[in-house]
């Protein structure tokens, strides 16, 4: 099975910072990444599909990237707001493997 | 509006069964797929399986022996069955409208596996 790797495990940013986290895929998952977002005691909420697609609503200030294995999900001018755990999911062919996430917190 | 909804017990004792019920609205699960997740307290999310809108389903290969992902369209109710509990079973679960990804998802229903 394909593992999702992300890094960093937690980072702390600043208001008004950008900030680019990571995610690998053991094998070639071509575009077939989502990224969602989960604040404290509240359902995930899809943020980027297909790697580069802002979900409907979503503020462009969250931009995807990458292809292949390696993945990046950047927050442009970072708000108070984006506190919160990030998660890459594998889509399209099953099992849809998240990554182990990674914390955003604000200073 | 889309809305999916879990139900089912909080607390189950081990070696039992998980029985959870999404209800959705909002959309038709003959045109939609429905995916299950779940999260142990302060970890990350797992996959579990999905059932796809023609009625196939798919399983998180380390949870296939003992998972059963169904539906009644009818009732637009999409069930979760998972047997031989564990403590390491004790988690948030979720259930998502599966298209792409999981575009929508509800609340999560909090289950505890204890005796």
């Known amino acids: 099975n394909i593992v999702m790797t992300q890094s960093p495990k937690s980072m702390s940013i600043s208001v008004g910072d950008r900030v680019t986290m990571n995610c690998k895929a053991s094998?070639?998952?071509?575009?077939?990444i989502a990224w969602y977002q989960q604040k404290p005691g509240k359902s995930p909420k899809l943020l980027i599909y297909?790697?580069?697609n802002r979900y409907t609503g979503v503020p462009d200030r969250f931009t995807g990237s990458g292809s292949g294995t390696d993945f990046t999900l950047t927050i442009n001018s970072v708000q108070a707001e984006d506190a919160a755990f990030y998660y890459c999911?594998?889509?399209?062919?099953?099992?849809?493997?998240f990554g182990s996430g990674t914390k955003l917190e604000i200073k | 509006q889309v809305q999916l909804k879990e139900s089912g017990p909080g607390l189950v004792q081990p070696s039992q069964t998980l029985s959870l019920t999404c209800t959705v609205s909002g959309f038709s699960l003959t045109s939609n797929s429905v995916s299950w997740v779940r999260q142990p307290p302060g970890k990350g999310l797992e996959w579990m399986g999905a059932?796809?809108?023609?009625?196939?389903?798919d399983y998180n290969s380390a949870l296939k022996s003992r998972l059963s992902i169904s539906r009644d369209t009818s009732k637009s109710q999409v069930f979760l069955k998972m047997n031989s509990l564990q403590t390491e079973d004790t988690a948030i679960y979720f259930c998502t409208r599966w298209g792409y990804s999981s575009d929508y998802w509800g609340q999560g229903v909090m289950v505890t596996v204890s005796s």
């Open positions: 094998q070639n998952v071509y575009n077939n």
């Open positions: 999911q594998r889509i399209y062919n099953s099992p849809f493997t």
């Open positions: 059932i796809w809108s023609g009625g196939s389903t």
């Open positions: 297909y790697a580069s």
